[in-house]
């Protein structure tokens, strides 16, 4: 992954969840120079990178099936870490089995509740009766730890290398646009300069209580042409009435239009915050968000 020169002096990244799943998968694809280290929960991550465990971090914010990654916009606000950059996983479901399985001997299908649901056709196909777990590797694991040539798991082909289970049926995903987004972490910000390549710029504000304000808010890039890419609101503290955003925007916050827009932004805001600015990553030039 090509980047800053924080991400590329780095040489330890977290990512949370067992060895095995998605993220320890996509932490080895976008981070191969980094010794890759599990945290059992975002918050342990988190805490890993503020106090140096970790160069960095590799967090999932968002799937193109199931939307936000709530717990990690609620930290967000919180935590100070900054965007490095980002990744775009291809999330591709290996259905494995210990040595000597067989699909026509398989009687259960284990996994977490998303991926069961990713892989439907095959569970009808086989008429496997399905055993919800935590999470993908951990259900992995199980299954090695069983050693019942009827149990399988639905996981990635990470997870049975490192388990020793076989892929009985390689990619069986419903669907071909499982991509779920990262973001790699620092503790310390190091924004992309401006030299005209493709930028995201993120941040997180809060708008003041007047009428109107968040229309008032972000009429400024449309009329400054800067295309917002994501926005996503939560509640703060159980209130109905005190709204925070996450934002992403195309374009770095030098380009005369970006730094209009961000005035504009400010003056209706009681807080805003720039989580990073960073390079945009090959898949949005290749989806058109860009």
């Known amino acids: 992954m090509s980047g800053s020169a924080k991400i590329q002096s780095a040489t330890k990244v ?10 320890h998968l996509a932490a080895r694809e976008t981070l191969p120079h980094c010794e890759a280290v599990a945290a059992p929960t975002f918050e342990d991550a988190f805490a890993a990178i503020r106090a140096g465990e970790a160069d ?12 936000r990654i709530t717990d990690i916009h609620h930290l967000l606000p919180d935590a100070p870490l900054y965007i490095l950059g980002e990744h775009f996983h291809r999330v591709r479901h290996q259905l494995l089995g210990v040595k000597g399985a067989t699909l026509r001997g398989l009687k259960t299908v284990v996994s977490q509740e998303p991926a069961l649901g990713q892989v439907r056709k095959i569970i009808a196909e086989l008429g496997l009766k399905r055993q919800l777990w935590a999470d993908t590797a951990g259900a992995a694991r199980h299954v090695a730890e069983e050693k019942d040539p009827t149990l399988a798991a639905v996981a990635s082909k ?4 490192i388990h020793g289970l076989d892929i009985l049926k390689a990619d069986v995903e419903d669907a071909d646009h499982n991509v779920t987004r990262f973001l790699v972490m620092s503790a310390e910000p190091d924004d992309a300069d401006n030299t005209g390549a493709p930028v995201i710029t993120s941040f997180i504000f809060r708008v003041r209580n007047v009428p109107a304000a968040l229309y008032k808010a972000l009429g400024g890039f449309a009329t400054n042409g800067v295309n917002m890419t994501k926005l996503e609101s939560y509640q703060l503290g159980g209130s109905f009435q005190a709204t925070q955003f996450y934002a992403d925007i195309t374009g770095h916050p030098e380009e005369r239009n970006v730094r209009l827009a961000l005035e504009e932004l400010q003056f209706f805001t009681s807080s805003l915050k720039v989580l990073g600015v960073y390079p945009a990553h090959p898949f949005r030039l290749k989806d058109g968000n860009v």
Request: proline letters at 8%; charged letters at 10%.
């Open 14 to 23: 977290v990512y949370q969840g067992e060895p095995g799943s998605y993220s």
């Open 56 to 67: 960095l971090g590799l967090i999932p914010i968002e799937n193109s099936l199931h939307g």
């Open 158 to 161: 990470l997870a049975a290398e």
